[in-house]
């Protein structure tokens, strides 16, 4: 069940001042003392929240917190920051206002923090998705990259903010966050060039040079010494509790986010070391012939080093440095430079760097968070601006008044806003409406603003007349204009009243703002207002190689020319304030009021008189009258009857009709006076806080007898409710025990039956196993009886059989051996004479028949060279068994040769005739028999080669071969063709072809080979032939 709590229930203090009774400076004080104590750091007062800065981490800020603010009533959880967010985020989504939320405060009271805050929150309850997500991360990462170039460390706050920041978050009609818009007001520039003591420069310088890696230095031409660089101070470089090498990673990455280019965050740091070198540039004087002193720069390495990070050609910028060239319509006039003006060129470059650099980091993150979609947007703009600045005496110059400017017009804003507000919520609920008294500060903002003859405006115009204008010119002038103005005082104004003050020195005037008197010291502001850069500088800067530098000094071009002057920084500013101001008035505004406890940046310290001083320039107390001159409170009915309804016995404890009959039952009942309360249409709106607190009272007292009578009939509940709880717990454990018992009994005598039974049935059974036993004992008596005599009767027949089949087959065999004795004494006569013979004529025939029968199926096959044959079965047939061989084999080499051709013949007869010749005598020849016997080897007749040599021979050639002639003289061989016919040997040369030798075979008397396996043979001829007794060849 949701617990619905209020900001009446558990309050430490008030948690609305708009409550607080009575209504001082110092109870005002003492509850916000009180609630800082118990680290409430929230406080409303009507709708504005007040925040205490508690200068240590409290876990008011974990997402079970979101959670709990999340989409609640802003008065129905103690006062936060998550509230007002909570409240302003469901207005613009439900309602489609846009919203802005004003944050306000002293340096160091936790502005940036508070917008960080609301941030945060409204990051947190808004849609969720990919790209919704991306935006988020986006806006959020665009602050560490602002806050490390516009932050530095100041003696009031560690992370001070230098600028004034205004954000509008846009939305799209679901209420998820689109993109942003970042405007940036007036970066304080002078602290590049110069810190007050205890202070630093801007984060990033001590983060490049902390953070970055020793290889980036070097691309950077920096080293990591902060003594190194004349615009560093060194007496707080590193702060405690500040990590700035961990810093540089976090703004790394967050510039990554955001979506700056890797080329881009290079060139951003080659700008930062840019000024770093400038800051070290010193000059000295060179005498020129015409007296003056001319400056010149003295150590030119940092020159050389810083011309070649941004691009520069190094004479261009030694030369703006010296001279300084006037143009003036058609003239253009140069002009030397002294020592002193160097250096006041050197600064005013250095800081237009810097400050241009950052305003143009602001554009590079609009680029990125700009919203892409082009329907209407919802917008939430959060404002962290410079808060209300007052140094020690004389200490405030240009830059508090512009502050201070800034915060008067943002006083005024609230107030009208406020009363607005007030005035409109009256109409809207009909309540008659009374004039509320307050300061009005427009006064002020007109002495600063007014374009004739506010404080700016003269300014301007003293700037920009001829002659000479110094601080003091100006000063003259603002005594002789504004020496009316009841809120401007100077001790030479024509205001005797302050001839006599001492306080007020000569070179100072002082405005009384809204939230007290500022002295301003007037030396510098000419000067700041000029924001004079040299021409020559700018044109240097601009002739630069560097793709960003060039971006930031147009007015360098040269073809760009103009003569007329740059709008003045007061100018400038009044502008922008004046567009912000439009801006915010078209929204519903949200303040958040910061206030610093203490000066030490310490925990738990409240000093009185810091937050005394900071509640009356906020004009919080004024704040609180204005909120109470009307009504102090007001409470829609439903929860107001909802919350008072035990007052009165006819709401309690339900009241059936409209809520509002039943707060008018209520108020009436309690007979509160008519002047104390009205009744607007959906509202009820309590004059005095003591009526609210009656009636909180009231319902306190009601609530205890409530709780009483609670407890009471809560009690008496119990009790009963306890007691019939035992009754029915007795019943219902009587009947279980009952149950249980009788259970218990009946399985028992159960048992003992069973056993009984048991017991019956055993006896019975043996009983009458006993009986069958005995029967079946006797049954096997007689079955073993009858066997044994039936036993008795087989085996006496059995033995009579036996002895009868005995004698029967001795009878037989007598019968058998006496025909035989008869028939061998009959006919032994007749079988003595040709038995033998007829047997052993029987006997071979057999023998013969099987023999037959036998090589007939087992005959060997009928190739001629096959050698197998059955063996020979008995011994006495060898004879005829190889005979039969013998046949076989002449039977089938008949047969195979009876299969043979005319040509196969003449081969066979070849090769026999070979046979004799070579067979046994030759060892070649066994090689040879399976070669086929050709004759012409040449085949002279086909062969084109040999057709003269074939055509020469009229005889058929029987063998043609190349063989080898050995030589006799020197054994040498050449081949020659040999040809055979039937009369004659013809060798004849193998290439020509032509006839060598012809050798009738007449001649030869014989042809002799070797016995080895060569292809030697000679040819031997007869006497006739003496010269060529042998003829040796080869094959
Ligand atoms: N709600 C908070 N919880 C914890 N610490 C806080 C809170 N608000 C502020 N602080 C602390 O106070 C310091 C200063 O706060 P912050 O920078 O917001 O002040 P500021 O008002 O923006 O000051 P300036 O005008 O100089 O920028 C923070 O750095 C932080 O340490
Ligand atoms: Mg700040």
Redo the contacts with the bound molecule.
Sequence with gaps: MEVKTSLLDNMIGVGDMVLLEPLSEDSFLENLKKRFDHNE?YTYIGSVVI?L??????PIYTPDKVEEYRNRNFYELSPHIYALADEAYRSLRDQDKDQCILIT??????????SK?VMSYVAAVCGKGQEVNKVKEQLLQSNPVLEAFG?AK?V??????RFGKYMDIEFDFKGDPLGGVISNYLLEKSRVVKQPRGERNFHIFYQLLSGASDDMLKKLKLERDFSKYNYLSLDSATVSGLDDAANFRTVRNAMQIVGFMEDEMQSVLELVAAVLKLGNLDFKPESRCNGMDESRVKDKNDLKEMCELLGIEQSVLERAFSYRTVEAKMEKVSTTLNVAQAYYARDALAKNLYSRLFSWLVTRINESIRAQAKTRHKVMGVL?I??FEIFEETDNSFEQFIINYCNEKLQQIFIELTLREEQEEYVREGIEWTNIEYFNNAVICDLIENNQNGILAMLDEECLRPGTVTDETFLDKLNTICAEHQHFESRLNKNSKFLNDHSLPHNCFRIQHYAGKVLYRVEGFVDKNNDLLYRDLSQAMYKANHSLIKQLFPEGNPAKVNLKRPPTAGFQFRASVGTLMGNLQTKNPNYIR?IKPNDK?AAHIFTDSLVRHQVRYLGLMENVRVRRAGYAFRQAYEPCLERYKMLCKNTWPHWKGPARQGVEVLMTDLQVPAEEFAYGRSKIFIRNPRTLFFLEEKRKQCLEDLATLIQKIYRGWKCRSHFLLLKKSEIVVAAWYRRYAQQKKYQKIKHSTTVVQSYTRGWQARKLLRELKYQKKCEEAVTTIAAFWHGTQARRELRRLKEEARRKHAVAVIWAYWQGLKVRREYRKFFRANAGRKIYNFTIQRIMQKYFLGLKSNLPSMSPIDKSWPARPYSFLEGVHAELRRIFHLWRCKKYRSQFTEEKKAVYEEKLEASELFKDKKALYPSSVSQTFKGDYLEMVKNPKYQKLSSAIDEKILLADVVNKINRANGKSSPRLFLLTKKSVILADQKTGQVKTSLPLPDLSSVSTSTQSDGFFALKLKEVRRKWFEVYLFF
């Design positions: 750091i925040s800065n508690p200068y240590r981490s409290l405060g002293e340096s160091g009271a936790g502005k940036t923090e508070a805050l932050n100041t009031r706050n560690d992370n001070s903010s962290d410079y808060g910061c940046k």
